[in-house]
């Protein structure tokens, strides 16, 4: 199974600052991967697929990149509603696996 | 509108059995993959199967293969996880989602199923 390791687990910032989120995957998954994003007690939302194409009205703020075994989710200008959990997905091969988790927290 | 309504969650012994059903809306159901994602109380989530549209493809997780087994009816535009010997860690809220092609783009609200005695 390919395993996909987040970093970091958790991070707190504050409302406009940049943020970073880094997918590594065990083996090589082209572009086969998605961020998604997930608030308490809601279900998780697509916010990029093949590694860098935003979902249809997911904010301009929200980009992807990478390919291969590492990816980064990036929120140019943090905003209070975007306080929430991300995960990447690979899609490039059974079992479709999901990263850990990176928790944003308001700093 | 897109929708995904799951039900048949609930409490059930360690060894019974529960079949969740998704009810789907808004789309043309036949014409997508679709899956269950399954999310344990504070954990990550975590991909457990998914099917063809015709129902002719079918994947599954290792921790739950031999014992889950999902299915769809097009013609009722409903999706299914029939579990059987359940274990404590089969604890979770279930969560149909849609695959778009590239990633799972749609999801419902989840049905939790509790597995103690």
């Known amino acids: 199974d390919i395993q996909l390791t987040q970093s970091p687990s958790f991070l707190s910032a504050s409302v406009g600052d940049r943020v970073t989120i880094t997918c590594r995957a065990s083996q090589g998954i082209s572009s086969y991967l998605a961020w998604y994003q997930q608030k308490p007690g809601k279900a998780p939302k697509l916010l990029i697929y093949t590694a860098s194409t935003l979902q249809s009205g997911v904010p301009s703020r929200f980009s992807g990149s990478g390919s291969g075994t590492e990816f980064t989710l990036t929120i140019s200008s943090l905003q209070p509603e975007d306080f929430a959990t991300y995960y990447c997905?690979?899609?490039?091969?059974?079992?479709?696996?999901f990263g850990g988790g990176t928790k944003v927290e308001i700093k | 509108e897109v929708q995904l309504v799951e039900s048949g969650g609930g409490l059930v012994q360690p060894g019974g059995s529960l079949r969740l059903s998704c009810a789907a809306s808004?789309?043309?159901?036949?014409?997508?993959?679709m899956n269950w994602v399954r999310q344990a109380p504070g954990k990550g989530l975590e991909w457990v199967a998914n099917i063809k549209q015709d129902g002719s493809e079918k994947y599954y997780v290792d921790s739950v293969k031999g014992r889950f087994t999902i299915s769809r009816d097009n013609a009722k535009n409903s999706l299914y996880l029939q579990m059987n010997s359940l274990r404590a860690e089969d604890t979770a809220v279930y969560y149909c989602?849609?695959?778009?092609?590239?990633?799972?783009?749609?999801w419902g609200q989840g049905t939790l199923v509790t597995v103690s005695s």
């Open positions: 808004g789309f043309t159901f036949s014409s997508y993959w």
């Open positions: 989602a849609r695959d778009g092609g590239e990633a799972t783009d749609c």
């Open positions: 997905q690979q899609l490039n091969s059974y079992p479709f696996t």
